[in-house]
């Protein structure tokens, strides 16, 4: 693991950014004007993923532009459900650094537990 900057280039590059922040979320938009609609904070994605139809999406089909597509169609979607609502301090993760093992395995978990649905969504 080797932390970098994030440039412009990174999130042009990009068809979704997930931040751990509002404040990370609101840095993206300056750092890419129009990139908010592809910019989500991670709780805010969580119970954003709960709103699309998978019905709504392309099929699922074992072919990476097939794949692609549903993934381009799921973040329009998410934003799309945004409805005007915007990210709080409540979708905000916590940083665990040096708060100890017992709130790190809980960030981990509401890590793993929105990137799991999010997987779930897109491939199934």
């Known amino acids: 693991f080797r932390a970098r900057y994030l440039r412009a280039e990174h999130v042009e590059s ?22 908010g609609d592809r910019t989500f904070v991670l709780g805010e994605l969580g119970r954003l993923l709960a709103l699309v139809d998978p019905a709504g999406l392309p099929p699922v089909v074992v072919d990476p532009d097939a ?34 093992d017992r709130v790190f395995a809980r960030v981990a978990d509401e890590v793993e537990g929105t990137v799991g649905s999010l997987a779930r969504l897109l491939l199934s």
């Open 67 to 100: 794949v692609y597509a549903r993934g381009t169609a799921m973040v329009a979607a998410l934003h799309g459900a945004r409805t005007g609502r915007s990210a709080g301090a409540a979708d905000e993760l916590d940083d665990p650094w040096g708060q100890g």
């Open 14 to 35: 990009s068809d979704l950014v997930i931040t751990a922040t509002v404040e990370q979320s609101e840095y993206v938009e300056r750092l890419v004007p129009g990139a």
